[in-house]
């Protein structure tokens, strides 16, 4: 049982880096995530949810998309 919780905690950490550095990358691609007017809850999930929409769209359907090649290489880049 004990190990079973260190594992789901390491998981968790993983878990928790990766979505980090999924809105670090998203935060920097696209520029309204940076610096967006307080809007009701509802909205702001709307924004985040259609901005990686976007960035999975993009990542589907282009295969030369610069920011993507950097980052399949350096998977700790942030776009300018």
């Known amino acids: 049982m ?3 919780k260190e ?3 390491k998981y968790s ?3 928790h880096n990766v979505i980090e550095c999924t ?4 935060k920097k691609r696209w520029k309204l995530l940076q610096n ?3 809007y009701p ?3 702001q999930v709307q924004v985040i949810v259609i901005s990686m929409t976007l960035h999975n769209y993009i990542r589907i359907k282009t295969q030369d ?3 993507f090649v ?8 942030i776009p300018d």
């Open 7 to 9: 594992v789901d905690k």
């Open 23 to 26: 809105f670090r990358v998203c």
């Open 36 to 38: 967006t007017p307080t």
């Open 41 to 43: 809850y509802k909205i």
């Open 2 to 4: 004990e190990k079973t």
């Open 70 to 77: 950097e980052f399949d290489h350096h998977p700790y880049f």
């Open 65 to 67: 998309d610069n920011t």
């Open 13 to 15: 950490i993983v878990i």
